[in-house]
């Protein structure tokens, strides 16, 4: 089982008075997560280079290098962690506040180990991930903010970590517990100043008004591949369906011939879905593939071009309302036609794989001979990268 990081950040308030804010950036490849922390006072050079540890796996020399770059007094917030294969974690963190990580609702301490550069104070480690871990990145001010003229810390360590093992009990995932983490900020403020909704900026004093979160949920990676259309050259349909079957996850078939070559290769039955609440005068009916033994070749089988061009609009709408990344059944208002579920696979997916067949149907070109498919898979294979989906596209 091939584990991912799925990743959420959000933030309250902004900097006053001048005061740079937090950057958080996070890079997410099939191989490797990388996700960063940092205070933006620290300059644009020395965040530059701290950017360019999340293009190329660490080294221990890079790692000094960039940390030897600190300014040499003061404080400078930073915390960067990379993990690869979704399991070998490492960890450095300087003068901020520490990884919160939770496994199965229990608190996980971490093998830190601590050394002094100067007037920072250098955290490390390197530690495995399973399936179910939940972890959190927070800025200093979500640690340290204090209420207008009070000493006391408004949301402490002990507080974060209760609340991210009561939090994760529930496996809730990386969007879920970034919106939990910034409420109980908002309430447990709202409980230090006495009044207000806990929506409005908080006072800090000194400290600037904006808190950032970089929330983390360790799960198996989803992954779909989409067979549509026939190849060029009938050699090809095997080498298409064996691809296809190859998938361990979600396979989808999108158009009539396509279906009928695959059902005629496995030996299965075609049979139509019944008609969906909203109708077919949009999309297309639903079928299933039904095996000779009774199990299912693949998770759906819908109409070409027409759903595929629907199920982009699905997606598009869907993530327009949901701008957090995490998109959900509800985004697509209910609706069950194969536009509507083909969207929801591909949007919950982390790898999605197409293969597209290149037999043109003279009935299904532009005007300036391009197949219509081919051009349905290129904008949602446009619209699924913009949202950081790994995907990938064979042509036959």
Request: aromatic share 4%.
């Amino acid at each position: 089982m091939r584990l991912w990081i799925e990743s959420a950040h959000q933030s309250q308030g902004s900097a006053i008075d001048g005061t740079p804010g937090i950057l958080i950036s996070t890079l997410t490849t099939e191989e490797r997560f990388v996700g960063l922390v940092m205070s933006g006072s620290l300059g644009s050079e020395f965040e530059s280079r701290a950017r360019s540890m999340l293009h190329r796996p660490w080294s221990s020399s890079e790692v000094d290098g960039l940390l030897s770059a600190l300014p040499a007094e003061g404080h400078a917030p930073l915390a960067l962690l990379h993990v690869r294969g979704g399991a070998h974690a490492r960890l450095v963190e300087c003068d901020a506040p520490p990884l919160f990580m939770a496994r199965r609702g229990r608190l996980v301490l971490l093998p830190v180990v601590e050394e002094e550069l100067g007037t920072h104070l250098i955290r490390r480690c390197e530690f495995e991930l399973r399936d179910g871990d939940h972890l959190a990145m927070v800025s200093e001010g979500y640690i340290q903010g204090a209420g207008a003229g009070k000493p006391s810390p408004r949301v402490g360590w002990r507080e974060v970590a209760v609340a991210i093992r009561r939090l994760t009990e529930t496996r809730c995932d990386a969007q879920q517990l970034a919106g939990a983490l910034i409420r109980q900020y908002q309430r447990q403020g709202t409980r230090d100043q006495g009044s207000g909704t806990g929506d409005e900026p908080l006072a800090f004093g000194h400290r600037p008004s904006a808190i950032s979160v970089l929330a983390m949920f360790v799960r198996s990676m989803r992954t779909v591949t989409v067979w549509s259309g026939p190849p060029a050259d009938r050699a090809a349909e095997r080498p298409m369906l064996d691809a296809l079957m190859r998938e361990a996850d979600m396979r989808v078939v999108c158009g009539d011939t396509t279906a009928e070559i695959a059902a005629r290769m496995l030996g299965a039955e075609l049979v139509m879905e019944p008609r969906p609440r909203e109708g077919w005068a949009e999309v297309p009916p639903v079928s299933r593939m039904v095996l000779p033994d009774g199990n299912e070749a693949v998770t759906i089988v819908t109409e070409g071009v027409v759903t595929m061009r629907a199920a982009r609009e699905r997606l598009v709408g869907a993530m327009h309302r949901n701008c957090t990344g995490t998109v959900r059944a509800g985004d697509l208002g209910g609706r069950t036609d194969g536009a509507s579920r083909l969207a929801y696979l591909l949007m919950t997916a982390d790898r999605v794989r197409f293969l597209v067949g290149m037999a043109v149907n003279p009935a299904q070109v532009a005007a300036d001979g391009t197949p219509l498919r081919r051009i349905a898979v290129e904008e949602l294979v446009e619209d699924l990268r913009a949202r950081g989906k790994i995907v990938s596209v064979e042509h036959f």
